[in-house]
């Protein structure tokens, strides 16, 4: 169940990276898309540092920073290639 959340998360954070920042934005499926990669690894990757933000709200905290890093990582790539 806290994957599903995650991914969910990550794809709201991918979808308001996307709308605050419009430069990177990839439109609404793709944010989505990337949003949920990054939820997922951002949760992972919380879980394996073990910092003190646990539980749901660590793992909510996680895959929205997620989401949002990855789309911004993949719009400055799709910028760099254009």
Known sequence: MDL???????AVGGNLAGALLKKYSL?????SVVGIIGGGLGAEVL???NVGISGIVGSILASLVGGALLLIIVGLIKSAVK
């Open 4 to 10: 599903l959340i995650s991914l969910l998360i990550g």
């Open 27 to 31: 439109g609404l499926l793709w944010n």
């Open 47 to 49: 879980g394996m540092l």
